[in-house]
């Protein structure tokens, strides 16, 4: 397969007479795309010369994929045949490691998308292909990449998802699938866009370190809280953390979690497979669960049965999933731990129920009291303007007033804009300290000396203490 070349092209023009020039004779190296076609039209003829064509085929299947192993069997070969036509010095496009990764991916890997999979793009949570634009999430904002990526390889790359899941049909518009690293893909096509126009959206869990530690050093969270928050975690108490998408909800819920007792069962039931407690925490006894809308609706009774010690919802989405949450917390689970979109959280009581009733029946005013009963705070959570920039933006105490006739919503804390800096208040309800004094005498004293301690040195104006917050303020100052 060596490259054709002509001897006049090696020449040097000479005088009549002269000697010949001896020169040698070294052939012209294809450009990058004519040595990817050249490969993939090798790999083809072999592929059909193999006699066991049925292994043949599993084999491109899985590299397609993403298996290791089959991968690196396709780059071994490639390998081989860069040697043998002597293509080792062509120029490579500069998104890729090395001329092999990039004959892999150009053909059956991730093509322009694959530098977003490398070591230089790891922190960085999404990515989008919108036509033939391949966009990366770098520093909060989403910059467009010079590669770009033909719609025949666009269509090829769906397909390739589409193999881990069989069960998704081609000619549907919509998909969402999970490749090996747990990377979720979702794809919108055909008349779900405009002509040209599909979209491929990337998106992964990213956080270097789930611990308080780490988000203070990050200043999501104030550090001086770190020992309030620990001491909450030791006490029990059920908490729900709200916010918009990509603003370090799940973050905090995960790195909460990493502080509760190892030797506690827990459940963790998450319709995106987001929160690695297997890896978190190998030592613990927590089933965990994926289960979309219709999955739930099998699975909540015997869920409602369970023994475990707490629940974590990683993403309460729907009615189902709600009102699954609050029935587990009537029982009287605690350490319950759950993430819900909101804007406004003062308003959560009423929007859970209000989802509840849509989906489950009911009455709003008496499942908003269940709501307010069923949970103890609510960590609130924002993205400034300089979007990789996260924030609290409050801590809400919630809970059913004496006569268990209302919800009330109270802040004890708030993030202020102008000082990028959190004020407090302190506020302990009766049912948070019947709580601490069941579960743990002593970290209850300690989080009512901390809490004491941070409205002291960081008081709360008075104003602020009933103003309703939401997230339309964000981009304004102090609340």
Same mark, same amino acid.
């Given at each position: 397969?060596?490259?054709?070349?002509?001897?006049?092209?090696?020449?040097?023009?000479?005088?009549?007479?002269?000697?010949? &020039?001896?020169?040698?004779?070294?052939?012209?190296?294809?450009d990058f795309q004519q040595i990817c076609q050249k490969v993939k039209e090798i790999f083809f003829q072999r592929y059909q010369q193999e006699e066991n064509l049925q292994s043949a085929m599993e084999i491109q299947k899985r590299a397609i994929v993403g298996y290791q192993k089959e991968v690196d069997f396709y780059k071994e070969k490639i390998g081989e045949l860069v040697a043998?036509?002597?293509w080792e010095g062509a120029e490579i496009p500069t998104w890729y490691e090395d001329l092999i990764d990039g004959i892999y991916h150009e053909n059956w890997g991730m093509a322009g998308m694959a530098e977003w999979f490398s070591a230089k793009y790891g922190q960085s949570s999404s990515a989008k292909i919108i036509g033939d634009r391949i966009y990366f999430l770098c520093g909060g904002e989403m910059v467009l990449m010079p590669q770009r990526i033909s719609t025949q390889r666009r269509d090829q790359m769906i397909r390739a998802f589409l193999l881990l899941t069989p069960e998704e049909r081609l000619d549907r518009e919509f998909h969402e699938v999970y490749l090996l690293d747990g990377t979720r893909i979702t794809i919108f096509k055909g008349a779900m866009t405009k002509k040209d126009q599909d979209v491929i959206i990337f998106r992964r869990y990213i956080i270097p370190n789930y611990s308080f530690e780490e988000q203070a050093r990050r200043h999501t969270i104030p550090q001086d809280a770190i020992p309030l928050f620990r001491a909450m975690v030791d006490i029990g108490y059920s908490i729900v953390c709200t916010g918009a998408v990509r603003t370090s909800k799940t973050t905090f819920l995960a790195t909460w979690q990493q502080y509760e007792n190892p030797k506690l069962e827990g459940v963790?039931?998450?319709?995106?497979?987001?929160?690695p407690l297997h890896t978190l925490m190998p030592q613990a006894p927590i089933v965990q669960l994926l289960a979309d809308n219709d999955r739930l609706r099998t699975i909540s009774k015997n869920l409602l049965r369970s023994d475990a010690d707490y629940f974590i919802l990683a993403e309460a989405r729907d009615g189902k999933a709600l009102d699954t949450a609050v029935r587990i917390?009537?029982?009287?689970?605690?350490?319950?731990?759950?993430?819900?979109?909101?804007?406004?959280? &003062?308003? &959560?009581?009423?929007?859970?129920?209000?989802?509840?009733?849509?989906?489950?029946?009911?009455?709003?005013?008496?499942?908003?009291?269940?709501?307010?009963?069923?949970?103890?705070?609510?960590?609130?959570f924002v993205q400034l303007t300089d979007k990789s920039q996260k924030r609290l933006r409050g801590i809400y105490e919630m809970g059913l007033n004496e006569q268990r006739t209302e919800v009330y919503?109270?802040?004890?804390? &708030?993030?202020?804009?102008?000082?990028?800096?959190?004020?407090?208040?302190?506020?302990?309800?009766?049912?948070?300290k019947q709580l601490g004094l069941e579960e743990n005498r002593d970290r209850l004293a300690d989080m009512e000396r901390i809490m004491k301690q941070l409205t002291a040195d960081h008081p709360m104006e008075r104003h602020s203490m009933t103003e309703a917050v939401s997230d339309e303020t964000t981009e304004g100052g102090a609340v």
């Open positions: 397969m060596v490259e054709k070349f002509y001897l006049d092209e090696y020449l040097s023009p000479q005088e009549e007479g002269e000697e010949p &020039l001896r020169v040698a004779l070294v052939p012209r190296i294809p043998e036509n002597r963790i039931l998450e319709t995106d497979p987001e929160i917390a009537s029982k009287g689970t605690k350490r319950m731990k759950m993430t819900f979109h909101t804007r406004n959280p &003062l308003d &959560l009581p009423g929007e859970i129920a209000s989802e509840i009733v849509k989906t489950e029946g009911g009455r709003w005013d008496a499942t908003r009291l269940k709501v307010g009963e069923s949970f103890d705070y609510i960590f609130h919503v109270t802040p004890i804390c &708030l993030y202020d804009y102008e000082t990028d800096d959190w004020k407090w208040q302190f506020r302990l309800g009766e049912d948070k």
